[in-house]
């Protein structure tokens, strides 16, 4: 199957983290930095829901819940079973890729809006189990969970917020890396002919319930990642690590951003979250703002802005080998 070419993309990616390695030093205070690093493992978190709703057509609407399983995973072994960081880091990826391949096992079976039904039902679940939950301190005298959350003991002391935000940056750049290679692999293919025709795929033999649970795998153990490292730099997981919150996010961030497209969602990830999260909009505003980029961006943008922008350039691509031809 031949591997379609991904053109500028590399080009203008270097640019980018060419820009962003070189941000910092413009003079950026800690919490600039800091909206910068939630922004990176967000960014990666969307490209992670766009492996499953974007280039696998299965839309997901609890796709936090890896994201969570992650956080609480690591909060629950390092604080309550004092492992130490990395070794609580693996564990929680382990769990989260178990976590995607069990959804993916039961969503296989479905179709369209039943998926975005099971997976919504199966985060909200976690969401409320989480935020009921106490857990006791091995301490004593006090106990974790509900609202507040647990901590996250990472053992040493806390990155300075240089060194995290390029942490969170270089962790970026290697996963977006990972999932453009995997958007280009015969996988990635097989993918987008089956979120375009789910009949057409199974007619030229493609194991359909297979290939969707692939992607949920991959989605959750990308998203687990994420998770892993937000854990250890805001130091706490929360029931809000499971919200429908973070999984709109996601979905809305992949439709403005151009769904398939990985690059698209990823950009528009950081920089929604950045001017956010930066102008200190409350989560009811930023709610609101999501759903009305969502409209205009179905109005204006039905393919999402990359995917639109990719569109028209194909389009006028064609029209001059046309006129070339007459």
């Given at each position: ?57 299965q ?10 399983v ?6 629950l ?43 919504l ?69 097989i ?14 033999g ?111 691509r064609?029209?001059a ?6």
């Amino acid at each position: 199957m031949k591997k379609p070419p991904i053109g500028k993309i590399p080009g203008v990616l270097a640019a980018g983290a060419g820009i962003l390695l070189l941000l910092p030093l413009a003079g950026l205070d800690a919490f600039l930095l800091d909206v910068l690093t939630i922004g990176f493992l967000i960014a990666v978190y969307t490209g992670s829901w766009d492996i499953v709703g974007g280039l696998a057509g299965q839309i997901s609407l609890g796709h936090a819940l890896f994201f969570g399983v992650a956080t609480y995973a690591c909060a629950l072994l390092t604080s309550l079973l004092d492992w130490p960081f990395p070794l609580a880091a693996g564990a929680a990826l382990v769990l989260s890729t178990t976590a995607g391949a069990a959804v993916g096992m039961l969503s296989a079976p479905l179709k369209g809006p039943f998926v975005a039904l099971l997976t919504l039902a199966l985060g909200e679940a976690a969401h409320e189990f989480f935020l009921g939950q106490t857990f006791f301190s091995p301490q004593g005298a006090y106990s974790w969970g509900g609202e507040g959350g647990i901590p996250v003991v990472l053992g040493i002391q806390p990155l300075s917020p240089w060194t995290a935000y390029y942490a969170a940056l270089a962790f970026l750049v290697a996963c977006t890396w990972i999932m453009l290679r995997i958007a280009r692999s015969e996988t990635g293919l097989i993918w987008t002919a089956l979120s375009g025709s789910e009949l057409s795929a199974r007619a030229s033999g493609v194991d359909i319930r297979k290939r969707k649970l692939l992607a949920f795998v991959i989605g959750g153990a990308l998203a687990g990642a994420a998770g892993v490292g937000f854990a250890a730099c805001v130091g706490r997981a929360t029931a809000d690590d499971f919200s429908l919150e973070l999984s709109f996010q996601a979905a809305t961030f992949a439709a403005v951003g151009g769904r398939g497209t990985i690059v698209g969602p990823i950009l528009a990830a950081l920089l929604f979250h950045s001017l956010l999260q930066g102008t200190g909009f409350s989560p009811a505003a930023r709610v609101l703002l999501y759903a009305l980029a969502l409209l205009l961006t179905l109005r204006f943008f039905p393919a999402g802005i990359a995917g639109t922008l990719r569109e028209r350039a194909r389009a006028r691509r064609m029209t001059a080998r046309m006129g070339e031809i007459r």
